[in-house]
């Protein structure tokens, strides 16, 4: 299931999952709301850099009508207006469509990202996909320049990829690409910068899915600390469901190895991870599925808890069933975690247009999860249908992205505060 096929059966739901009431214990703020010509329908969250300003992709709108990368910029004044930069507009040639995810920073303000569509090398419904890289100006009048590092389709190695750029040491990038690969089920990529200048950058896939180990990954990947990459696929698995997975780094140089740390879809474990995983000191992982659970296909908060032994298997332990009653339903992005072992996310549906949610570690040994609701979105021009996660600023402030909503009804960014 693509985003587009989730959004479209979220619209589908909709009705049957709305509920009137409505909790706050934070406050919103709309920071922006997308009129179409600076882009339309954001389907990932924000990122930021040290400055403060926050930067994203929209899969449509923009010159051209094929997405767009932003720039918000905060006030200068308490009070004040954020500022809205378009940095680039895809669909100018074979610059990329249709970008998914949002943008990775890096420490000299660059930033990194994927389209689904758009480059070279087309397909049956056009191009398959591209890695760009978007340089700041170097003065303060002049305009950003895109870079293509990757055009997909050469090949089997990949296309459409949908997840955010992991970057990694010496400017490598990881990724996912959701179809394509040898039996195009979707692949894990790695993209190491030039030698030198005029180099091309190289691609690697290190993982091929076939459906019994996962396949049609979308969610962003992380690393632990010796090197290996976490992630998750939305279908495939022993169940059909998805899959929970970890590519170990090889030794010396050899072939990654990929061990499937959960199957999804065994009773009411939930279904269809459509992000990836967080990780905390003690190397449990945590995330989000957008079906199943316990009420009718609302979903799950799950941790993965490793094996005390090597070679053991992992544990699944359902953090909290979505879906019964004002608590949201179908949360798709990944879930942050704070200093205080809190998680953070959003759910596409329940209520008028989804929720912002918190859930809250037992204080007491055996005893459960809870959950608070820190907004309610789809109020008179607020926010509707967040599908992205929620990102923490230094400020302590959360950022994020509706899919709808707004003045136009065309999607926002917006904040919550206590």
Known sequence: ??????????????????????????????????????????????????????????IQGGTFGLGAVFELSPPTIGGGAWTESVLWNFGSGSDGASPFATVTVDQSGNLYGTTCAGGTYLGPNGGLGTVFKLSPPATADGSWTESILWNFGNGNDGSCPESQLLLGANGVLYGTTYFGGKLALGTVFRLAPPASGSSPWRETILWNFDGANGSLPIGRLIKDKAGNLYGTTGHGGTFGSGTAFKLGLPP???????????????????????????????????????????????????????????????????????????????????????????????????????????????????????????????????????????????????????????????????????
């Open 252 to 418: 010396g140089g050899g072939k990654w190895t990929e061990f499937v740390l959960w199957n999804f879809g065994n009773g009411t474990d939930g279904a269809r991870p459509l992000d990836g995983l967080t990780m905390d000191a003690s190397g449990n992982l945590y995330g989000t599925t957008w079906e199943g659970g316990t009420y009718l296909g609302g979903g799950t908060a799950f941790e993965l808890i490793p094996p005390d032994t090597s070679g053991g298997s992992w544990t699944e332990s359902i953090l909290w069933d979505f879906g019964n009653g004002f608590d949201g339903a179908n949360p798709a992005g990944y879930l942050l975690l704070d200093k205080a072992g809190n998680l953070y996310g959003t759910t596409q549906l329940g209520g008028h247009g989804g929720k912002a949610f918190r859930l809250k570690p037992p204080a007491i040994s055996g005893d459960g999860w809870s959950e608070s609701i820190l907004w309610s979105f789809g109020g008179t021009d607020d926010s509707a249908e967040p599908f992205g996660g929620l990102l923490l600023g230094p400020d302590n402030v959360f950022y994020g992205t509706t899919n709808a909503g707004g003045a136009s009804d065309r999607g926002t960014v917006f904040q919550l505060t206590n």
């Open 1 to 58: 299931m693509s985003r587009n096929q989730v959004l479209l059966a979220a619209l589908l739901l909709g009705a049957s999952l709305a509920v009137s009431s409505r909790v706050v214990s934070a406050n919103e703020a709309v920071l922006w709301s997308f009129d179409g010509v600076d882009g339309s329908a954001p389907f990932d969250t924000v990122s930021i850099d040290t400055a403060g300003n926050l930067y994203g992709t929209t």
